[in-house]
T-cell receptor, first 113, second 117 residues
Framework: GESVGLHLPTLSVQEGDNSIINCAYS??????FIWYKQESGKGPQFIID?????DKRQGQRVTVLLNKTVKHLSLQIAATQPGDSAVYFC????????????FGTGTRLKVLA | GAVVSQHPSWVICKSGTSVKIECRSL??????MFWYRQFPKQSLMLMAT?????????EQGVEKDKFLINHASLTLSTLTVTSAHPEDSSFYIC?????????????FGDGTRLSIL
């Protein structure tokens, strides 16, 4: 079902360290997963995606890992920078859902100088 | 890259007013656009799917007569919040998907903050 939360979990990371943001998804039929970054007052910005036939995908400074056995998704950010501070959402979808997204509850990343 | 423009970015109006929000895909054609609602510190909740040339499909619990959607062209969808009341105050965000690319990421607008007095 849709995710609703009253409090956003927060991850505080020292600048230059690596960040790992986790997401548990609900539907075993989901075959496409996306990570978005949302800064305050703005819409979500695409970061990286992965399909269910893969378990790892790398981008520039970011890596997404998919564990279908436990329905877990993670986003790793290398050498975290102040500009990475934002709320991060995972989204899951499938052809069955006609690629409508279900968003996770989100994680706020705070980068400490 | 793909750009979605949303207008206006901020609306303040009196209770009972109807408010129209526009969502445009600027450099691609979108047969499908999506409308979301987001409350503070919460996730995005899908309200409806806007289909070019046909009726929108609404998620469970979303009143279609309250939230009117029109998708008259391949680059424009509008959401009208009719007779808005304070409980309709929220952040409304649209997204669009490139025509024919159903399993590619959606591209989001920068949202419209609606405040009903």
């Amino acid at each position: 079902g849709e995710s609703v939360g009253l409090h956003l979990p927060t991850l505080s990371v020292q600048e230059g360290d690596n960040s790992i943001i986790n997401c548990a998804y609900s539907n075993s039929a989901s075959d496409y997963f996306i990570w978005y970054k949302q800064e305050s007052g703005k819409g979500p910005q695409f970061i990286i995606d992965i399909r269910s036939n893969m378990d790892k995908r790398q981008g520039q400074r970011v890596t997404v890992l998919l564990n279908k056995t436990v329905k877990h998704l993670s986003l790793q950010i290398a050498a975290t920078q102040p500009g990475d501070s934002a709320v991060y959402f995972c989204a899951e979808t499938s052809s069955v859902r006609r690629y409508k997204y279900i968003f996770g509850t989100g994680t706020r990343l705070k980068v400490l100088a | 890259g793909a750009v979605v423009s949303q207008h206006p970015s901020w609306v303040i109006c009196k209770s009972g007013t109807s408010v129209k929000i526009e969502c445009r895909s600027l450099d691609f054609q979108a047969t499908t656009m999506f409308w979301y609602r987001q409350f503070p510190k919460q996730s995005l909740m899908l309200m409806a799917t806007s289909n070019e040339g046909s009726k929108a499909t609404y998620e469970q619990g979303v009143e279609k007569d309250k939230f009117l959607i029109n998708h008259a062209s391949l680059t424009l969808s509008t959401l009208t919040v009719t007779s808005a009341h304070p409980e309709d105050s929220s952040f409304y965000i649209c997204s669009a998907r490139d025509r024919g690319l159903s399993n590619q990421p959606q591209h989001f607008g920068d949202g419209t903050r609606l405040s009903i007095l």
